[in-house]
């Protein structure tokens, strides 16, 4: 690579860099005062495109019409982020924190509907910027002119943001309520004016993110989870609530994409490196390497304490008889879904989807749950299962009970690996840990052609013939029966016990000789390893594989299932499970936007049921026996 072409592609990295910085800087604000982790940030930043498509248009070609374009989509994505959180974010302030997490998802769902509905399915290609729609030469190679505008948005943004924040007493006042917003509170300030005024900020930052990128891209409906990842990166690895750090690790994210690209393939010792394919996971890489060495960031400090959680939890008492007689009642009937395939031949299809996504959910419920750990990458565990049953009984042509069988040991190998540096951290930290080392896994299973099929993954995988048809339904609800039973006297043993104080109290567990971070590592580890089988069933029931198992929303699935349920009870993952396939399924088959539908449903399901639907009607059932008991 010639020298001038690294140079391009120097510029190139600041461009990027400046568009990156805006939408984690929003981000960064939102999480540094209100603790909520954003989801819908990317669906933000997607209407900031979309919505400066419409208002370039409308004000006209001229260089005063286009700025002025991109100005008001950033004020109306603001707008409507202020919107969001005075109608619904505020309603769920009280509530754990994940199920806020629960609820921006559902707000993806809905945003992304609502620009198809607007804008429609194609892709559109904006204007270009009056007057900078050329290039220059620099060191004999053609740059946008266009984009050295873009050089020069991020570090004056970066200045405002910085006087905005230090120079002004709003600015202050949300300063101290990154550090301690119920302090804040005490002393007389009006809280819900400042979370708006901050969320809208923000979505303000979001949207001119999107907004300026209009000359550069087409507005697209997959703009939204594809720039989230990249935020939660350099939010994370700048560290929590740091502007200064956001622009840093900005800065050093796109360049090193930009360095990968330069480099091209490079041949060491007669073996091709092709760097270009790096840029899928360059920066989970380097937000790993970051986060082992310093675990709150860059520029950031250890968070503190959020006074805004859940009731404390009570021990995990045995079901009552009426519980175990509705369980009998409820295997009773899955059992007889075959014997109903006349009247339903769907229902066996689909109850086999819930019952492997239920063990998915369950493995994920005893991390985050009793384990007190919370993961975005526990996709990676189910695929490594899932990929592993498919070679071995394709490649090796071991038979599908073995496969089966060490399917999960290598999931638990993996989750083995990865959990010795995830349990080193904490709260965000460990959870954006965990998305890191789940995408390095999904980039190496979908570029590896030769091994794993890269992109059209293993197909050809199919039950043994004594469990073709209705019998192999049979076996994995046998298998999954088992493997929550398991899991439950897990919990109910003095390992399980061991969790929960590790959990609760991290100090007292090492006071009275409990190894915390051994315990926590061994859940990871059994976590994995039960996802693996998961993914093993999943795989026999499909007949094939693809990334797609791996990928980041697989694992928000998995989180949407768990919340969907409650946290805190063991059938919730079962019932978020149950509840998250037949919805989807349902509005997937009667509209075109089912995705707004299924999150509408969602949002209601988190106002309605702040602690999961299960823990809501395990709470009311409590309510009623507590006084029949007293009297």
Known sequence: MALSGLWVQFLNGLAEASSLFLVAAGLS????????????????????????????????????????????????????????????????????????????????????DGALAVWGPEDLLGPLAPGLNGSVSIAGRFFPVYDLVLIVIGPVVLGLLWLLLTRTRWGVLVRAATHDRQMLGALGVNQAWLFTGVFALGAF?????????????????????SVIGDAFVIVVVGGMGS???????????????????????????????????????????????????????????????????????????????????????????????PLMSDWFPYAPVLALDILVLALFSLSLHFMMGPGGMNSFGHAAYFGLGAYAAALLFKAAALSMGWSLVLAPAVAGLGALVFGWFCVRLSGVYLAMLTLAFAQIVWSIVYQWDSFTGGSNGVVGIWPAEWLSGDRYYYFALFVVVAAAFLLRRILFSPFGYAMRASRDSALRAEAIGI????????????????????????????????????????????????????????????????????????????????????????????????????????????RRVAPEASS
């Not at 989509?73 to 009280?94: D, F, M, P, W």
């Open 29 to 112: 604000l939102i999480f540094g005062v209100t603790r909520i982790v954003n989801f819908a940030h990317g669906s933000l930043y997607m209407l900031g495109i979309y919505m400066a498509y419409s208002t370039v248009q409308f004000m006209g070609g001229s260089a005063l019409g286009f700025w002025a374009g991109l100005i008001v989509a950033a004020l109306l994505v603001g707008a409507l982020g202020a919107l969001l959180e005075i109608v619904l974010l505020r309603r769920i302030y009280k509530a754990p924190e994940l199920f806020q997490l629960l609820a921006t998802f559902a707000l993806v769902l809905v945003i992304n």
């Open 205 to 225: 930052l979001a949207g001119l993110g999107g907004a300026v990128q209009l000359p550069r891209q087409p507005a697209n409906l997959l703009l939204d989870l």
């Open 243 to 337: 502007i200064p750090g956001a622009y840093v690790a900005a800065l050093i994210v796109a360049e090193l994409k930009a360095l990968c690209i330069a480099l091209g393939t490079v041949t060491f010792f007669g073996v091709d490196f092709a760097f270009p394919k790096l840029t899928l996971v360059v920066e989970f890489i380097f937000m790993a390497v970051v986060l082992v060495f310093r675990p709150w960031g860059l520029f950031g400090r250890a968070q503190a304490v959020s006074r805004n959680s859940a009731p404390i939890e009570a021990p995990l008492r045995a079901g009552s008889r009426a519980f175990q007689i509705m369980v009998l009642v409820v295997l009773g009937v899955m059992a007889a879904l």
């Open 515 to 622: 190894p915390v971070k051994r315990v926590q590592w061994l859940t990871f580890i059994l976590a994995g390893t039960f996802a693996g089988l998961a993914g093993a069933l999943f795989v026999f029931s499909k007949g094939s594989v693809s990334p797609e198992v791996i990928a980041v929303n697989k694992s928000v699935d998995g989180l949407v299932m768990v919340l969907l349920g409650g946290l805190q009870t063991l059938v919730g993952p079962v019932v978020g499970a149950a509840v998250f396939t037949l919805l989807q399924d349902f509005f997937l088959g009667i509209t075109q936007y089912w995705r707004a539908l299924f999150g509408g449903v969602i949002l209601l399901l988190v106002l309605a049921f702040p602690q999961g639907i299960a823990g809501f009607f395990k709470r009311w059932a409590h």
